[in-house]
């Protein structure tokens, strides 16, 4: 007997993999605990494909589809969500699901440091959570979104494309919008926003100029904004913030992040030691009078020094994030080094976290 798209799906729900690729008549493609990506016996036709997509897309859905366009959807089978991207390509019809867990974990799940959660408890100011796709993004923010629901009595609202977690409302009051659904563009959701007497506003993604200047102004209002950028660092998410700026505007914008940013968290998914899954690697900067100096000044490059000797602060750069998971033996040494910035000290500040942590104990 020939498997359904559903049969198929069973499987695929029960196993521990990250994202599925679906190709009519080839063998299905998931990526594995290590991101590697590994082929399954089963195969779907392009009539049980599109069986499937024509159960899930909206009637306008449909003809943009078939009119050459990318639909992103959100689909649930069972207790299990996914992220789908539906697209062409030379030969065929694709899906790429990313696989997301039924409820948004807790901080302590994805082990983010404790001394940030007072920040998400702020009347205002812009957090933004940065890196690269597959890097946790979305999951680092439903554990935010999450803690503020069960600590804060106040209004979120979430602009997503698609809708990913779905919250249970706590002490919080949650509204979930999806741009393309119950909002026409990421613009019209944030002006709109404001009218909706909104606390909290989470930006799942700041990718043009109009957002990125739509959720400065949301901050300045007196609300905290949440926000995602597909940067590798602080410091790029800095200069990619005020560069998506025409250049007349450039000193207005830099004088306008540095008295609204609060933090930056730019964060990998590296291979774990033991092979078992991947864990979260965070480079973290803080807001404090040199960085918002550095911000207005438009001296980026400068802003790396200050997070090396901020470390009791709370600051944590890329290396000793690195560093201290090597000393606690969650990846492994080689992994890390190609990631580093500072090969020649990286050593010295692994021995200094293996020494920490004997203090510790």
Request: aromatic share 8%; glycine share 4%; hydrophobic share 40%.
């Amino acid at each position: 007997m020939e498997n359904t798209f559903f049969d198929v799906m069973d499987v695929i729900s029960k196993m521990d993999i990250s994202d599925v690729h679906i190709w009519e008549d080839t063998k299905i493609a998931v990526r594995n605990a290590l991101w590697e990506i590994v082929y399954l016996d089963e195969e779907l036709s392009r009539d049980e494909i599109f069986g499937f997509t024509n159960s899930i897309f909206h009637h306008t859905q449909i003809d943009d589809f078939l009119n050459g366009q990318e639909i992103d959807i959100a689909y649930e089978h069972g207790d299990v969500r996914y992220r789908v991207n539906v697209y062409h390509d030379v030969r065929w019809v694709n899906l790429a699901m990313r696989k997301i867990t039924a409820a948004p974990p807790t901080l302590e799940e994805i082990h983010m440091p404790s001394n940030l959660n007072n920040l998400y408890l702020k009347d205002k100011w812009l957090i933004l959570v940065t890196g690269p796709t597959g890097s946790g993004k979305s999951t680092t923010l439903a554990a935010i979104i999450q803690y503020i629901n069960k600590t804060r009595r106040c209004h979120i609202i979430t602009l997503e494309d698609p809708i990913e977690y779905m919250y249970k409302q706590d002490k919080a009051l949650i509204t979930q919008r999806e741009v393309g659904k119950s909002t026409l563009s990421w613009a019209n959701g944030i002006k709109y926003s404001l009218r909706q007497d909104p606390d909290v506003i989470m930006i799942w993604e700041m990718r043009d100029q109009e957002t990125i200047a739509a959720a400065l102004t949301l901050v300045e209002t007196g609300h905290l904004v949440l926000g995602t950028l597909h940067t590798v660092n602080a410091m790029q998410t800095i200069t990619r913030v005020i560069d998506v700026f025409p250049p007349h505007q450039q000193s207005q914008i830099a004088v306008q992040l540095s008295m609204t940013l609060e933090a930056v968290i730019s964060q990998r998914l590296i291979s774990r030691k033991d092979k078992k899954w991947r864990v979260a690697v965070r480079e973290i900067m803080l807001q404090n009078t040199a960085i918002a100096n550095l911000i207005r000044e438009k001296k980026v490059p400068q802003m790396y020094s200050v997070m090396e000797t901020q470390i009791q602060s709370g600051m944590v750069t890329m290396d000793h994030a690195l560093a201290r998971l090597v000393a606690t033996e969650q990846i492994d040494i080689n992994t890390a080094a190609s990631k580093v910035k500072n090969t020649s000290g990286f050593v010295e500040l692994i021995n200094y976290y293996k020494s920490k942590q004997q203090n510790d104990d």
